[in-house]
Nanobody, 120 residues
Framework: QVHLVESGGGLVQAGGSLRLSCVAS????????IAWYRQAPGKQRELITS???????YYTDDVKGRFTVSRDDAKKTVYLQMNRLKPEDTAVYYC??????????????WGQGTQVTVSS
């Protein structure tokens, strides 16, 4: 079994910064692609950024230039540094990881989410 635990959310004023973390634990052989999603009230969950196991990154236009994703595989941790936050960034943020328990099989896991609220 694998658990993903996110932390770092909270309330911040517009223009401020937060750093989210997502730590994986359990039966892990390796971690492939990792992504951060967010879900604002009344909206669908949306992908905002991802990072491959080679460190290649992707960002949506909404967050490009403001958010930075990084990973520390030794710590089984992925980070999301969020700068110049805007009220429209308010959402629950989730990490999703593709994890292998053995070389052959890969499974998808989600964290429980962490709330980010940006006040104007």
């Amino acid at each position: 079994q694998v658990h993903l635990v996110e932390s770092g959310g909270g309330l911040v004023q517009a223009g401020g910064s937060l750093r989210l973390s997502c730590v994986a634990s359990g039966d892990i052989f390796s971690i492939d692609d990792i992504a951060w999603y967010r879900q604002a009230p009344g909206k669908q969950r949306e992908l905002i950024t991802s990072i491959t196991n080679r460190g290649n990154t992707y960002y949506t236009d909404d967050v490009k230039g403001r958010f930075t994703v990084s990973r520390d595989d030794a710590k089984k941790t992925v980070y999301l540094q969020m700068n110049r936050l805007k009220p429209e960034d308010t959402a629950v943020y989730y990490c999703r990881e593709e994890i292998r328990h053995s070389p052959k099989y890969q499974y998808e896991y989600w964290g429980q989410g962490t709330q980010v609220t940006v006040s104007s």
